[in-house]
């Protein structure tokens, strides 16, 4: 019996090692990057920071956090007037393809919610909205953690209250 149970210790000490190469851990990542956001009626940046977690090799999830840093200015009968980016959040499903050890290719979707205010001499507005969003983009590893992304996002929010496309280029960092 002594001899069984040390034969089942010995095999499962060499599986082991095997099967953890096959099912990795999840593992998470964050980005901290630039946003450039084009909407209809206003063109505006912010410094946005992401969280997310490998479930495995092609399917992550992802949250998003964003501060506005750039406003638009704008003009109407010849009185000037600013658009300012407060603040963004959202949450996404992450589809991976990895194409080599350092590429990969993204698609994601997710829903969202955006801040702007409208300041305008008499009238200060404040403007939000709650989007479906859909996206894609890739991640190029520098080495096995730190990496640069890029991509793009379309917002479409709710109520036909229109759309915009967010540009953004990031440090990335797998922990």
């Known amino acids: 019996m002594r001899n069984i149970l040390l034969a089942a210790v010995a095999v499962s000490a060499i599986a082991a090692p095997a099967f953890a190469q096959t099912n990795p851990e999840p593992r998470g990542y964050g980005s901290l990057g630039y946003t450039h956001l084009e909407g209809d009626n206003a063109t505006t940046g912010a410094v946005t920071g992401r969280l997310g977690v490998n479930l495995n090799r092609y399917l992550a999830l992802e949250t998003e956090a964003s501060v506005g ?22 949450g996404y499903v992450v589809g991976k393809v ?7 290719l993204f ?69």
Do not use: C, M
């Not at 840093?69 to 959202?90: C, I, L, N, Q, S």
């Not at 200060?124 to 969003?133: K, P």
């Open 69 to 90: 840093v750039k406003d638009d200015d704008f003009t109407v009968a010849g009185v000037d007037g600013t658009t300012k980016h407060e603040w963004d959040a959202a």
């Open 107 to 175: 698609a994601r979707g997710g829903y969202g919610h955006t801040e702007l205010k409208q300041e305008f001499p008499g009238a200060n507005t404040d403007v939000g909205g709650d989007s479906w969003n859909y996206g894609a983009g890739a991640n190029y590893y520098l080495d096995g953690v730190n990496g640069l992304r890029a991509d793009w996002t379309r917002r479409d929010y709710r109520d036909d209250a229109g759309e915009a496309d967010a540009y953004s280029l990031s440090y990335i960092r797998r922990f």
């Open 98 to 104: 990895p194409v080599s050890d350092k590429l990969e």
